[in-house]
């Protein structure tokens, strides 16, 4: 506690808070993705399988957005980058949702494909500001913020969504989810960007995003963070999915919005609040795996006891412990990345992309047990996948570590 009270520093708040905005334009746009298409198409018929893959694909950008991410450290400041990049994901959303109800199901998708990849943008452009503007004490913490910031306008912001197509009309309902959604990236010109930029060349930008791959090869500490990063730990993919399966558990509409949407979204800005503020000694790695077996047990519980209160409960509890996986997530993630003001957007996002593939595939998992086990199949999926990691994960530490020691004891 004496440990987090020090670095409670008036720059260290102020970086926080500034992070914990920039983190609501991602974090909204997830909100539509994540909340008010499966809730909306699972109540106009559409299978739950089917809409896990929907999302998946709709998510697919921030799998290969390292691919683009060099443009973010080219050209214009990195903070116009993040306002340019969360306009177009409002106003993309905006269009999809005003062409919802006769538009093909087709056309939807791209939409909001191109949304994924502006939003994508805020993300990379983010990163590069984390890493070039603050010092490696307050990276984690900053990255922490962002996560809840991400994390509660995801919830909150699918919820406000839902809300604004019930009561406006067209013309007010574009403006109003494109400002939503984009307003909140206007704090990015409080941040003291440097002003060095670099000009773009595909050959050095591709040679960054080798040595991120081989860096993180080479080290040891790196690679082993690098294999918790792309394992299943509370990659909180039921999320998606839990508004969809609501009435399986006797749940009606009104307890959705407030349950998946208000209370969801301050469990996982709590969560993450808990885990941008860990003290920056305590190890990343075990904090991350922590955080997964916490995460798996809410699940857990959602398995064990289908009932209408235990989904309320376990709900609450997976989307804190997801909030507070994705905070330790951000936090391991910054800690493997050098400081580099010419390629950072780049760097970061390699080392995102590679923690975002257990995303996908967890996706299609639940989309799968869904389909052929229904709801409690998808908890039992989500519970096994992180409780399997971090036994693998227990296990290599003690024939690593301890066996050898044993050894030497016993001679």
Not at 36 to 53: C, E, F, K
Not at 110 to 122: E, F, K, N, T
Not at 301 to 307: D, E, S, T, V, Y
């Amino acid at each position: 506690m004496a440990q987090v009270v020090s670095d409670l520093k008036p720059s260290v708040v102020r970086s926080a808070l500034i992070f914990g905005a920039l983190g609501l334009p991602h974090g909204v746009y997830l909100g539509f993705v994540a909340v008010t298409m499966p809730y909306l198409l699972s109540h106009a018929g559409v299978p739950v399988d089917r809409i896990s893959q929907i999302v998946t694909l709709i998510s697919l950008p921030w799998l290969v957005f390292f691919l683009w991410s060099p443009l973010v450290d080219t050209g214009i400041r990195r903070r116009s980058w993040l306002m340019l990049g969360a306009f177009f994901a409002g106003l993309m959303s905006a269009a999809v949702i005003l062409i919802a109800d006769t538009a093909p199901v087709g056309r939807l998708v791209a939409l909001a494909i191109v949304g994924s990849v502006a939003a994508s943008v805020v993300f990379a452009a983010t990163g590069g500001l984390t890493i070039t503007t603050l010092p490696a004490s307050d990276r984690g913490r900053a990255a922490g913020a962002y996560e809840a910031g991400k994390l509660g306008g995801t919830a909150l912001g699918g919820a406000a969504i839902v809300w604004l197509t019930r009561h406006l009309h067209a013309a007010c309902l574009v403006a109003a989810v494109t400002l939503t959604i984009s307003l909140p990236s206007c704090y990015a010109l409080t941040v003291g960007e440097p002003s060095d930029r670099v000009s773009f060349a595909l050959k050095h930008h591709l040679l960054e995003i080798f040595r991120t791959f081989r860096g993180l090869y080479k080290s040891p500490s790196n690679r082993w963070s690098a294999l918790l990063l792309a394992s299943p730990i509370g990659t909180g993919a039921a999320m998606t999915l839990l508004p969809a399966l609501a009435k399986e558990y006797g749940v009606g509409p009104a307890s959705v919005i407030w349950v998946n949407g208000i209370g969801s979204g301050l469990a996982l800005a709590l969560g993450a609040t808990c885990g941008a503020w860990m003290p920056y000694t305590w190890n990343r790695q075990a904090t991350y795996l922590s955080a997964g077996v916490f995460n798996a047990m809410s699940a857990v519980l959602l398995f064990a006891w289908p009932r209408p209160g235990i989904y309320l409960i376990g709900t609450l509890l997976y989307a804190a412990s997801t909030g507070l996986c994705w905070a330790r997530f951000a936090a391991l993630a910054v800690s493997i990345i050098p400081s580099d003001t010419s390629s950072a957007s780049t760097r970061y996002s390699v080392v995102i992309a590679i923690g975002n593939i257990p995303l996908f595939y967890m996706l299609l998992i639940d989309g799968f047990a869904a389909k052929h086990a229904g709801p409690l199949g998808v908890m039992f999926i989500e519970s096994v996948g992180t409780l399997g990691v971090v036994g693998s994960a227990l296990a290599l530490f003690f024939f690593r570590y301890r066996v050898p020691y044993l050894s030497k004891l016993s001679g």
